[in-house]
């Protein structure tokens, strides 16, 4: 096996992802396992800069080959937002995911319903030489008033997949590793994931 580094120390995502990249020789791992303290500011414009400054910065640290993502959710009522800014909408030290889903749903409840939405995913590769390279996904949806399911985290519990009739949160690990926008990012990764591990690039 192959040590790949994810560039966070999310366990959520880690499950998420080792379990996407199940059918590869790499073995993935999270800054804090291999005793590294990395506080990388998002300072990027679009959410391929974002993954690639903790995909770069966690390579240079740690001297292996380091993946990171950046993701956000999309909603067409809101002009897009969160977006870039998903994972800090509630702009309060120490909010939580129902936090930032409460705000989320006080924002939407003066629009009408639909609330139709997007899961927006970019995954960087970044190795210790300072090559990059990305891939994307998306997931379609809309957000929901109500919470459903347990089987996620962030803002799945109100994203709805309108083709199932369920929210992330519903879904199984392996239904969701069919349709996730990082599941579709990591599946476009997978070539180069491949061609990395067998020098060909």
């Not at 800054?31 to 240079?60: F, H, P, W």
Request: glycine letters at 8%.
């Amino acid at each position: 096996m192959v040590m790949l580094l994810l560039a966070s120390n999310n366990k959520g995502k880690l499950i998420e992802i080792q379990s996407l990249l199940a059918d590869t020789s790499y073995q993935l791992t999270l800054l804090q396992d291999i005793g590294i303290r990395l506080a990388v500011e998002e300072s990027g414009s679009t959410y391929a800069e974002n993954a690639a400054l903790k995909a770069r910065s966690a390579a240079l640290a740690s001297g292996l080959m380091a993946l990171a993502d950046d993701s956000g959710l999309e909603v067409a009522a809101l002009g897009g937002k969160p977006g870039l800014f998903s994972a800090r909408y509630a702009q309060v030290p120490g909010a939580s995911d129902a936090d930032r889903r409460a705000i989320l749903l006080q924002e939407l409840a003066q629009h009408a319903r639909p609330w139709l939405a997007r899961f927006h995913c970019v995954v960087a590769i970044a190795t210790p030489a300072g090559r990059l390279y990305f891939s994307k996904g998306e997931c379609p949806g809309e957000i929901i008033p109500e919470e459903r399911g347990d089987n996620g985290f962030g803002y799945d519990p109100i994203f709805l997949i309108s083709s199932l009739g369920r929210t992330m949160a519903e879904l199984s690990t392996e239904e969701k590793n069919q349709i996730s926008h990082r599941a579709m990012a990591l599946k476009n990764a997978k070539p180069m994931l491949t061609e990395l591990i067998t020098g060909e690039r």
